[in-house]
């Protein structure tokens, strides 16, 4: 079983930058690929980006490439998930999760789920 709790969301103008944390709890997150979520209001949850369990592998949508970072720090069971450049088109909550099969962007690959953390971007 693997817990996760996010922080780090708020409120930015276009152009400014966020860091989501995603603390995990249990001492297997090193053995979880790990991957960030979003979901804006009346649409499906799409996937941000993904990162290795090693951190030696990473992806990321389109939408996002160039502008956001995913990293991991396994010692302190936390990812991140550095947002810069922030669009209006941004605004969701952010989820992260954690897959025992490897990384994916398919979110039925991810067992274990965080309660989200709201990203606004005014413009």
């Known amino acids: 079983q693997v817990q996760l709790v996010e922080s780090g969301g708020g409120l930015v103008q276009t152009g400014g930058s966020l860091r989501l944390s995603c603390a995990a709890s249990g001492r297997t997150f090193s053995s979880y690929a790990m991957g960030w979520f979003r979901q804006a209001p009346g649409k499906e949850r799409e996937f941000v980006a993904t990162i290795s369990w090693s951190g030696g592998f990473l992806h990321y949508a389109d939408s996002v490439k160039g502008r956001f970072t995913i990293s991991r720090d396994n010692a302190k069971n936390t990812v991140y998930l550095q947002m810069n450049s922030l669009k209006p088109e941004d605004t969701a909550v952010y989820y992260c999760?954690?897959?025992?099969?490897?990384?994916?962007?398919?979110?039925?690959?991810?067992?274990?789920w965080g309660q989200g953390t709201q990203v606004t971007v005014s413009s």
């Open positions: 999760a954690a897959s025992p099969t490897g990384w994916s962007t398919n979110r039925r690959a991810y067992d274990y």
